[in-house]
């Protein structure tokens, strides 16, 4: 890979003035360095792929560069031209996430006087509101793939005069029950065009997307186990333990705000009685509530009037809160990748977070294997009081040594027998 000069300020980036004053205004004081080696190519014109931890600002670095293309643009674009035609689309895959970054770019462009009109579309809500704001065009569309395609067959939207693509949580976009929406969408996209693909993870079904859809993209991989901001923890605890170990962590650390996951949307709701019975009040937050119910608790969150929040893994994507200070997997994620998108709700920015993981002897293969996907390896450890019993111990042990047996010497082996104290 070639070696340049990264630009240290947004300045050294050729950003407009309206996007300085704006980003002065806001106290981004330096670009990231995902938004530092990512905006040149993307104010070029190239296609891009770039990976990056959470949090680490790429709303921002595609947002910033899409909005200066447009608004420096001769104006016989998509407003000017009969139909509701999108000049640039920004496919996510959640609710949440829609909302956000189509906040985040509407905050981005407040000096450009209404110049760039901007528009999410989600389900969960009535899509007579989305396609009233669709009329006559849109210069920036973010969308959830599902509505599109509604909002495409109803004729309330197209995408034949697209110039921009972006794919956010491009690995989540193709897990199952995106990937033959996003096919279908792709179908309808112009074959000239720049895209953009982001991510914090890019797993092996990225590769064929990027050979049909992306043209010489230049790629950035700025991922990093070892995120200097953010510490990751993992208890083992007594199988049936979890609940009295969870609150008493969140007891005796009197955390702000604790972001807590689980598998299951009943799951979330179990969790909460037996918390409220320890006396913690906590919110749940999963997909069988209603978008105005997810959007309250969310809103509510952030604020900080919500102390607790149980969460499904439609939080692990698309959730910014500010300065949050633990992250808890009460339940280990079924797909190990959903572990670093999990933690990545803290340590944003730079801010300093703790990811605590509980594992009871049923949960150690699964980490294990969480660890290997991941490229980490974290200490054992136990809570105070709840020290796991000799029985369970040997239990976690005779998990171990099937695992370690085919790596190689016995010296391997041992190296690798985890150690369940602090």
């Given at each position: 890979m070639t070696t340049v000069t990264t630009p240290t300020t947004f300045t050294e980036l050729n950003l407009i003035?309206?996007?300085?004053?704006?980003?002065?205004?806001?106290?981004?004081?330096?670009?990231?360095?995902?938004?530092?080696?990512?905006?040149?190519?993307?104010?070029?014109?190239?296609?891009?792929?770039?990976?990056?931890?959470?949090?680490?600002?790429?709303?921002?670095?595609?947002?910033?560069?899409?909005?200066?293309?447009?608004?420096?643009?001769?104006?016989?674009?998509?407003?000017?031209?009969?139909?509701?035609?999108?000049?640039?689309l920004i496919l996510v895959p959640t609710?949440?996430?829609a909302k956000q970054v189509a906040d985040s770019i509407k905050s981005y462009a407040v000096h450009?006087?209404?110049?760039?009109?901007?528009?999410?579309?989600?389900?969960?809500?009535?899509?007579n509101t989305q396609m009233l704001a669709l009329r006559g065009g849109v210069d920036i569309l973010v969308a959830?793939?599902?509505?599109l395609l509604d909002l495409i067959s109803s004729n309330a939207v197209k995408l034949d005069k697209l110039k921009t693509l972006v794919l956010d949580e491009a690995d989540r976009m193709l897990s199952l029950g995106f990937t033959e929406e996003l096919s279908a969408l792709l179908a309808l996209l112009p074959s000239k065009k720049q895209t953009l693909l982001f991510s914090a993870t890019f797993p092996e079904e990225v590769q064929a997307l990027t050979e049909n859809l992306l043209h010489n993209p230049v790629e950035l991989q700025l991922q990093s186990a070892?995120?200097?901001?953010?510490?990751?923890?993992?208890?083992?605890?007594?199988?049936?333990?979890?609940?009295?170990?969870l609150a008493h962590l969140i007891k005796q650390n009197a955390w702000r705000q604790a972001l807590i996951f689980v598998n299951a949307k009943n799951g979330c709701e179990h969790l909460a009685d037996k918390l409220h019975k320890r006396g913690i009040v906590a919110e749940v937050f999963h997909g069988d509530k209603g978008q105005?119910?997810?959007?309250?608790?969310?809103?509510?969150?952030k604020s900080g009037e919500i102390d607790v929040l149980i969460a499904t893994d439609i939080a692990a994507r698309g959730l910014d809160i500010e300065k949050l200070p633990v992250v808890i997997n009460f339940d280990l994620p079924r797909s190990p990748l959903d572990y670093m998108h999990r933690i990545g709700r803290s340590g944003r920015a730079g801010e300093v977070g703790l990811a605590l993981s509980l594992i009871d002897h049923e949960d150690y293969h699964h980490f294990t294997i969480i660890e290997k996907k991941n490229k980490i390896r974290l200490e054992r450890e136990q809570v105070a009081g709840f020290e796991v019993d000799a029985a369970a111990i040997e239990a976690l042990l005779a998990v171990e040594k099937p695992m370690a047996k085919p790596q190689g010497t016995g010296k391997k082996k041992n190296k690798n027998k985890p150690s369940f104290y602090s």
């Open positions: 003035s309206p996007l300085l004053a704006r980003l002065t205004e806001l106290e981004y004081h330096q670009p990231t360095p995902i938004q530092a080696q990512a905006i040149p190519t993307i104010l070029a014109g190239g296609d891009l792929i770039a990976g990056a931890n959470t949090g680490s600002g790429k709303t921002a670095t595609f947002a910033l560069p899409m909005l200066q293309q447009l608004f420096l643009e001769p104006k016989n674009n998509s407003k000017n031209t009969k139909g509701n035609y999108v000049t640039g609710r949440e996430l450009f006087n209404g110049a760039i009109k901007t528009v999410s579309v989600f389900g969960g809500v009535s899509a959830t793939p599902g509505r070892d995120a200097s901001t953010l510490v990751q923890r993992v208890f083992t605890v007594n199988k049936g333990e979890k609940t009295t170990v105005g119910t997810r959007t309250r608790t969310l809103d509510a969150f």
